[in-house]
């Protein structure tokens, strides 16, 4: 069965940081490149930041530049998002989506081919 799963989601206070993880089962990120995504109470979702399959190619939306880092260890088949300095407005369900690609330059978060359940981030006092 392939699937995406997401792990580290939490209530944080303003200021604070988390890292999510998104782990694959049943087959290999190696040729996927990733994205993250998020969708607050009442919104659409959004794309928050892309990483090539090598990782040498990574892109973020400008709500969260200079805050978020996206990263991936392909030895472990996981891809991460350091989430620091986090607002009340990040507050969401944080999707993890992995779209297969022959390019390795790709950061991409249109087409994806799988996706993860989420999970919850809550940012407040």
């Known amino acids: 069965q392939l699937q995406l799963v997401e792990f580290g989601g939490g209530l944080v206070q303003p200021g604070g940081s988390l890292r999510l993880s998104c782990a694959a089962s049943?087959?290999?990120?190696?040729?996927?490149?990733i994205g993250w995504f998020r969708q607050a109470p009442g919104k659409e979702r959004e794309g928050v930041s892309c990483?090539?399959?090598?990782?040498?190619?990574?892109n973020y939306a400008n709500f969260v530049k200079g805050r978020f880092t996206i990263f991936r260890d392909n030895a472990k088949n996981t891809v991460y998002l350091q989430m620091n300095s986090l607002k009340p407005e990040d507050t969401a369900v944080y999707y993890c989506?992995?779209?297969?690609?022959?390019?390795?330059?790709?950061?991409?978060?249109?087409?994806?081919?799988?996706w993860g359940k989420g999970t919850l981030v809550t940012v407040s006092s």
């Open positions: 049943g087959f290999t990120l190696d040729y996927y490149a």
């Open positions: 989506a992995a779209r297969y690609t022959t390019t390795q330059g790709l950061c991409a978060l249109n087409r994806m081919d799988y």
């Open positions: 990483i090539s399959r090598s990782g040498g190619s990574r």
